[in-house]
């Protein structure tokens, strides 16, 4: 299984950026496919994902409204707008498990992420 985020860079505030993820290993009709971050010195966390076979998809209240989560099969992106200061951090991709309407990293599934920096 390997999953590779792609697509990081800086970017100024209000920006927009797209990120993809490169599956292999398993794909969408396997198990969704998620986001996730992490910023210097904070918690690992979710953003939202595409459920398996890409039925549906889920985000956070955190981001909701400036994220989209799409992609088939091997491929999936995270599209970002809207970008703040706080949005600079490392994203990941991973697969997922989905429960209570939100979305799991899968212990395994997890890929190297793309440093993401928002600054003017």
């Known amino acids: 299984v390997q999953l590779q985020a792609s697509g990081g860079g800086l970017v100024q505030p209000g920006g927009s950026l797209r990120l993809s993820c490169a599956v292999s290993?398993?794909?969408?009709?396997?198990?969704?496919i998620g986001w996730f971050r992490q910023a210097p010195g904070k918690r690992m966390e979710a953003l939202g994902c595409i459920t398996r076979s890409g039925g549906s998809t889920l985000y956070e209240d955190s981001v909701k409204g400036r994220i989209t989560v799409s992609g088939s099969k091997n491929t999936v992106f995270l599209q970002m707008s809207g970008l703040k200061f706080e949005d600079t951090a490392v994203y990941y991709c991973a697969g997922v498990d989905v429960g209570g309407g939100r979305c799991f990293g899968k212990a395994g599934y997890w890929g190297q992420g793309t440093q993401v920096t928002v600054s003017s």
């Open positions: 290993g398993f794909t969408l009709e396997d198990y969704g």
